[in-house]
């Protein structure tokens, strides 16, 4: 039920990798990440859930709210998500509409260059 | 496979609990794992808006889950789920709701029917169906 949270550069990008629980228990810990992270002037991210075990609607509440952040600076937020159970809930909420979603780390690289 | 009921306090550390306790009865039920994985994000859901409904509200009483195979199909029901719970509106490509429908909305995707049954004074509680497999009709009633 933990959630981690690692950041790093990768060029004009900045990748979060999240591993765990995102539920609502956890999500704080993640907003708070994105909001620092903004904060400080990242606003190219790419939120890489390929170590995720669990989201449901207040994981994706953040992750809105992360988009919401960076647009406010011309900035863009990827996801890299490869898992069916994580991306079904995506599709469920028009979600996947919205988020550019990527299989790998290198293809979201690619796509917001 | 008897009924269980089992209570929480209303602390949304304990939701990561009602997942596992409950996705671990469906298993034990013959649920796939495909199936349980849908019903996991259900019981997160309805249960995170019982919890946030007390904080609401201020109460202070647990939430209570019943749960258990029946007929083919795994119900889990949360008591008390909360007076504002209901359907959301189209799934969102910008705006957030942030009642708690979009929970809702999730959780019909996920599950083969949902109740809502309003109880007494504002109390609802939900009832969510899950088929113990994706292709229907297995019953693993014990």
């Not at chain 1, 988009?67 to 979600?95: D, M, P, S, Y």
């Not at chain 2, 049954?117 to 169906?129: C, E, H, L, N, Y």
């Amino acid at each position: 039920m933990e959630l981690s949270l690692h950041h790093r550069t990768e060029g004009d990008h900045t990748v979060l990798d999240v591993g765990g629980e995102v539920d609502v228990y956890t999500a704080p810990k993640l907003r708070e990440r994105l909001v620092e992270l903004v904060g400080e002037g990242h606003y190219n991210l790419v939120v890489d859930m390929t170590k995720v075990e669990f989201l449901d609607s207040t994981g994706l509440g953040v992750l809105v709210g992360g988009l919401k952040r960076v647009r406010a600076h011309e900035g863009t937020l990827a996801l890299v998500c490869n898992q069916e159970r994580i991306l079904k809930i995506f599709r469920i909420t028009g979600l996947t509409k919205v988020f550019p979603i990527h299989d790998s780390l290198e293809e979201a690289l690619q796509g917001q260059s | 496979m008897d009924s269980v009921e089992l209570h929480v306090p209303p602390d949304v550390a304990y939701v990561g609990l009602t997942r596992l306790i409950v996705t671990r009865a469906a298993r034990q039920a013959g649920m796939d794992e495909v199936r349980v994985e849908d019903l996991k994000i259900a019981v997160s859901e309805a249960t995170t808006q019982a919890i946030l409904d007390r904080e609401r509200r201020g109460g202070a009483e647990p939430i209570a889950l019943t749960f258990g195979a029946s007929g083919g199909r795994f119900e889990v029901t949360v008591h008390g789920a909360g007076e504002h719970v209901g359907v959301a509106s189209t799934p969102i490509a910008g705006d957030w709701p942030d009642d708690g429908s979009l929970g809702v909305t999730v959780i019909e995707g996920l599950t083969d029917e949902v109740q809502l049954v309003r109880r007494d004074g504002d109390r609802v509680d939900m009832k969510v169906s899950v088929r113990l497999d994706a292709n229907g009709g297995r019953s693993a009633d014990r």
